[in-house]
């Protein structure tokens, strides 16, 4: 608390870069890790071109060549050059994963606000249809839907993002619910300001903080389910480069002792493993609060 | 009962008797509500085939096939008759167990789709109570000690142990397992050890060479004897474990850890009373609710990690079938695994539900 | 924060004081920081004496109250001082010693009783809980014991609110059996922790003047904390 000073001189508050530059520095050890594997994953993503030596769909030399020469890790079932694809997956895997979260929170986050403002019968509906959606467990549901539709690109991210906005929903609606009660969104209503007004101004900056911490770990979610579908089978279908697709094409060296197939899976634990360090200070810095999931 | 009141403006109880106790009502309602959901889910199910872009018989047969091989085809689906009608048949012979045809069947070998599920979904049954009945009380007594030892070097070296494996994906714990169960053969060959200094390397042999030869492909033989298949569901059952102790682990621990942290517990300890009793006698009676819960909730996560692990391990389980259906679009397969899945999940949330009701008091003892 | 004190109950006061404390300095942990919550108080209690802490809220009444038990909530720590309790240390004392003290020879009333009584057991089981654990009573004697305090309370129908669950009784009721259940064991100190706050203001009146009367009756050191003027009428002299 700031004590009532007799001199002119105004009590001016830290710009908020300020705050967060102290906020990083007081950080704990996992979060910092957290933060360089998710940079470093970024910046593979978007010069993957640049960085990888091959194609991704390079067929260059006999398959499942050993590591060393020209190929660092070796060469898949069909020759090609198992880093340069591991680079192109963290592109490919990534970039859909972020696109298939982005639009689950765009339906989720509106549908939540929508529902949490109207709280009547819009409302009683739309919670009711996402029990039943989410009746069905998550997986389950994306591989009837592909089957159904097949496995494409933007079938997947459809299919994902939608039964993923249930989740992006329940919560959203729940924090917004509390702000909705308070006097100051009344005062707005009265004073005729619009739905999509009141979203924007009044409620969305008030919720922001679970909201972002939602979006971590719906991210971890989204990439781990794509990883596993394409695992599966059903996902991302080749010759694109997929981590989780990888380790099912390489699965057989296992049987030869060789670590390369963990690769893949390796980069997939580590990504979710930062994010979830990085959303864990976060949380703990916001609210205190943790380990409902 | 008489007739109660208090000079300092208590509670008034009224004389006669209900119908229904209101617990009974409740449990009820709950199991009404379960039924309705079910029915829901399958009207779902059945729809999000029927929202098919396109025709589904034309798309299986492909575009050169001729008209009247289409039209048969559909007629041999069933597709020609209304929607509405097609949904009661089907829901009607699965309330009997009767989910039609598969579509890999042919005159010569016909397939229902009973037949084709029936012993898969032992096999998954199998191994997931061989799991749940190691990993819920490992999970619940973890997540007990963790709480009581709060903060202590154990609650945190198991907590960033469990943030870990909840983290990477099932079939990374799943190969990880495998390979070092054939590293034990292989380890000292390999060139991963030829890589490292000498001692290391001995002392890698030496590590593998404890490991126990576990199968890596989970092979079901009907007519084998019950411990040699528990033995070689060993490597798939341990993977699920690790996965939903974690997740379970770490919702017991934060469900006890609110409750710790209850005025009656602080009052319990004012009161004179041993740390032991404040948790078993005290703390204990209020957690059975939430901790059903948690249960119910992670057994739901192993249906799903079923799927991958059956298909790591080529275990010959309702997963793996359900991948294979997705694969070749054998729908009603589909239909008939997507159901059965939901069903459990829907019944064990219900399970749940119903022990939160009955270990309340408040519904218990009602005013 | 100010106390007042009665020494009208007692019979006579006599020999060392039942509760001393002497500079004491605690300290609360929020905002990463430890922020002092008691600074330097100092108070004695003679047997048989009531004091009343009045005190706005935030002034450290509740935390003066736990350590006269020796307990600091979780979040505070008590920094320096001593409190001695009938000449011995609880400061120094091990945890075994002091759980032998609390609900024996040391009872607390805590602010609110329906946080307080454990949802999931009747009362009457919670009441006689300590003289059982205790070792004071057998189950007979200390059920027959407490439902002979309920009745000095003023509980209706004391047999049978004993059977009730928590949710089950009113909030004044559930004040009055948190006394009871202090005083089951006859102990020398009682701390009342703002016992009618949560309450209506009837219903304060009224709990208060049970209290008083069974004290009155067991004639026992009571250390009050009060926050409004109704519950001070009990102390007297303001200093």
């Not at chain 2, 009247?68 to 020609?80: F, N």
Request: aromatic share 8%.
């Amino acid at each position: 608390m700031t004590t009532l000073q007799t001199s002119a001189a105004p009590h001016r508050r830290r710009s908020r870069w300020r705050r967060l530059g102290t906020e990083l520095r007081k950080a704990p050890v996992s979060a910092w890790f957290g933060m360089l594997v998710i940079a470093a994953y970024i910046f593979i993503a978007i010069f993957a071109p640049w960085l990888a030596h091959y194609g991704e769909a390079q067929v260059i030399s006999q398959p499942y060549q050993p590591w060393g020469g020209g190929f660092p890790l070796g060469t898949d079932q069909l020759g090609r050059d198992i880093l340069s694809r591991l680079i192109y997956g963290a592109r490919n895997t990534l970039g859909i994963a972020m696109a298939t979260t982005l639009l689950s929170f765009t339906f989720g986050v509106l549908l939540g606000l929508v529902a949490a403002l109207n709280a009547g019968w819009l409302d009683q509906l739309l919670s009711r249809a996402v029990d039943i959606l989410m009746s069905i467990p998550s997986l389950i549901f994306a591989l009837l839907l592909l089957a159904a539709f097949g496995s494409s690109v933007p079938n997947l991210i459809f299919i994902l993002a939608v039964l993923d906005a249930t989740r992006v929903f329940r919560l959203t609606r729940a924090v917004a619910a509390n702000v909705v009660v308070m006097d100051y969104i009344e005062v707005a209503r009265l004073r005729g300001e619009s739905m999509a007004w009141l979203m924007r101004r009044e409620i969305l900056p008030n919720i922001l903080p679970p909201l972002i911490a939602e979006f971590g770990l719906r991210f971890c979610f989204v990439f781990l389910s794509i990883s596993a579908l394409s695992f599966l089978g059903v996902g991302i279908q080749p010759p694109t480069a997929d981590w989780g697709s990888m380790v099912r094409e390489n699965a057989a060296l296992i049987s030869y002792s060789d670590v390369t197939p963990l690769l893949p899976a390796g980069a997939i634990a580590l990504l979710t493993v930062s994010v979830n360090f990085v959303i864990d200070w976060f949380l703990h810095r916001t609210s205190g609060l943790r380990d409902e999931r | 009962m008489t007739d109660v009141s208090d000079a300092g403006g208590g509670s008034v109880h009224t004389g006669g008797r209900r119908f229904l106790h209101p617990l009974l009502l409740t449990v009820l309602q709950r199991l009404g509500l379960g039924v309705v959901t079910l029915f829901m889910v399958s009207i779902l199910i059945f729809t999000s085939i029927e929202a098919l872009p396109g025709d589904f018989a034309e798309a299986m047969l492909g575009r050169s096939a001729t008209r009247e091989t289409v039209i048969a085809y559909r007629h041999q689906l069933g597709l020609d008759q209304p929607a509405v009608e097609r949904y009661f048949s089907w829901i009607g012979g699965a309330v009997h167990g009767d989910f039609g045809m598969s579509l890999a069947s042919r005159p010569q070998a016909v397939r229902t789709v009973t037949d084709i599920i029936g012993p898969r979904l032992y096999n998954t049954f199998f191994l997931a109570v061989m799991t749940a009945s190691f990993a819920v009380p490992l999970a619940l007594g973890l997540g007990m000690l963790t709480a009581l030892y709060q903060n202590s070097f154990f609650d945190r070296a198991i907590n960033a142990l469990t943030l870990t494996t909840i983290s990477v994906p099932e079939f990374f714990i799943a190969y990880i397992l495998c390979y070092l169960v054939i590293s034990k053969d292989n380890f000292s060959s390999s060139d991963f050890a030829n890589s490292l200094p000498v001692w290391l390397a001995d002392l890698g042999t030496w590590l593998t060479a404890a490991i126990p030869r576990l199968p890596t492909l989970a092979v079901v033989d009907a007519s084998a004897p019950f411990f040699a298949r528990v033995w070689d569901l060993l490597l798939p059952a341990l993977t699920l474990t690790l996965v939903i102790v974690a997740h379970m682990m770490r919702m017991t621990r934060a469900v006890l850890v609110g409750l710790l942290a209850s005025p009656y517990i602080e009052m319990a300890k004012l009161k004179g009373l041993s740390r032991a009793r404040a948790v078993f006698h005290h703390a204990l009676p209020n957690a059975w609710a939430p901790i059903a819960t948690v249960v119910a909730l992670n057994l739901a996560y192993l249906i799903v990690g079923v799927v991958v692990v059956e298909v790591v391990f080529v275990y010959p389980g309702i997963g793996q079938l359900m991948v294979d259906a997705v694969k070749s679009r054998d729908v009603p397969v589909v239909q008939a695994c997507a159901l059965i899945f939901a069903a459990t999940y829907i019944l064990l949330n219900l399970i749940a539900d119903i022990i939160a009701i009955v270990t309340n008091p408040r519904l218990l003892y009602p005013r | 924060m100010s106390a007042s004190v009665d020494t009208t109950l007692a019979a006579r006061p006599r020999g060392a004081p039942l509760l001393e404390i002497a500079d004491l300095h605690v300290e609360g942990y929020s905002e990463d920081r430890w922020h002092p919550i008691v600074r330097g108080v100092s108070l004695t209690l003679e047997r048989g004496e009531i004091l009343g802490l009045i005190g706005e809220s935030g002034a450290g009444k509740s935390t003066l109250g736990l350590v006269a038990m020796g307990h600091a909530k979780p979040g505070c720590r008590i920094v320096s001082g001593s409190v001695s309790f009938d000449g011995m240390n609880l400061l120094a004392m091990k945890e075994s010693q002091l759980r032998a003290l609390r609900g024996s020879r040391i009872a607390y009333v805590a602010q609110s009783a329906a946080a307080s009584f454990n949802p999931a057991h009747r009362l009457l089981h919670q009441t006689i809980e300590t003289a059982l654990t205790h070792g004071f009573a057998s189950r007979r004697d200390a059920a027959r014991n407490a439902l002979e305090m309920y009745r000095k309370l003023r509980l209706p129908d004391a047999e049978e609110i004993g059977l009730r669950f928590p949710h089950q009784v009113s909030g004044g009721q559930l004040q009055r059996a948190m006394t009871a259940m202090a005083m089951e064991c006859r102990p020398d100190l009682i701390i009342f922790d703002e016992p009618t706050t949560s309450l209506d203001v009837t219903t304060q009146v009224e709990v208060l003047a049970s209290i008083r009367d069974i004290v009155r009756e067991v004639a026992r050191a009571m250390q009050m904390r009060c926050f409004c003027p109704p519950e001070s009428s009990l102390g007297r002299r303001s200093r």
